[in-house]
């Protein structure tokens, strides 16, 4: 199985600031690479998918980059609405796997 | 606009078999060549990737739940569904189903049901 490791696990931030979230895969995955948001008691919502499109509908402050094995999402004025968990996701091979997430917390 | 509902138990005993319904409205599940997911999350932790299904019926488990999953798809009724057996604590979890899409280069989860908890316990 490809593992996904994302850092830092969590993170406080404030309003306005610029927030950066990295992914690693165990392995080359091109740029098979999704990023999700989930807030508590919903479901994951897609962000970025092949590593650096965004979504129809997402906020352009939301980017992704990266290739490889690194990847990057960048939130570049962290808003209220924000404040949730995000997860990076291989779409590589089978077993798809997600990293262990990211929690990004009010300071 | 689509929507993807799961349904079935929320508790099941241990050694038992759980048994989930993801129902698809706003499109149909024949249409275009989307692969339709089953995914968990234990409470407090990360996403599992369980399995996935077309709408021709080929599958795709995770091979650390294979040996315990069938997922299936009922085309007819709009829906597909999971089967994993011997329960135990350890399949405690939210249970999401989702669609796959593929576009732009990579294959991504558009569409996710609420998710239902399904508690394993005596």
């Known amino acids: 199985d490809i593992q996904m490791t994302q850092s830092p696990s969590s993170l406080s931030a404030s309003v306005g600031d610029r927030v950066t979230i990295t992914c690693r895969a165990s392995q080359s995955i091109n740029n098979y690479l999704n990023w999700y948001q989930q807030k508590p008691g919903k479901a994951p919502k897609i962000l970025i998918y092949?590593?650096?499109s965004l979504q129809s509908g997402v906020p352009s402050r939301f980017s992704g980059s990266g290739s490889g094995t690194d990847f990057t999402l960048t939130i570049s004025s962290l808003q209220p609405e924000d404040f949730a968990t995000y997860y990076c996701q291989q779409s590589y091979t089978t077993p798809l796997t997600f990293g262990g997430g990211t929690k990004v917390e009010i300071k | 606009q689509v929507q993807l509902q799961e349904s079935g138990p929320g508790l099941v005993k241990p050694s038992q078999t759980l048994s989930l319904t993801c129902t698809v409205s706003?499109?149909?599940?024949?249409?275009?060549?989307?692969?339709w997911s089953w995914i968990r999350q234990p409470a407090g932790k990360g996403l599992e990737w369980i399995g996935r299904?077309?709408?021709?019926?080929?599958?795709n488990y995770n091979p650390s739940l294979k040996s315990r999953i069938t997922i299936s798809v009922d085309t007819s009724k709009n829906q597909f569904s999971l089967k994993l057996s011997s329960v135990t604590a350890a399949d405690t979890a939210v249970y999401y189903c989702?669609?796959?899409?593929?576009?732009?280069?990579?294959?991504?989860?558009?569409?996710w049901g609420q998710g239902t908890l399904v508690t394993v316990s005596s």
């Open positions: 299904i077309s709408n021709s019926g080929s599958t």
């Open positions: 092949a590593a650096s």
């Open positions: 989702a669609r796959r899409l593929c576009g732009g280069g990579s294959c991504y989860y558009d569409y």
């Open positions: 706003g499109g149909s599940i024949s249409s275009g060549t989307y692969y």
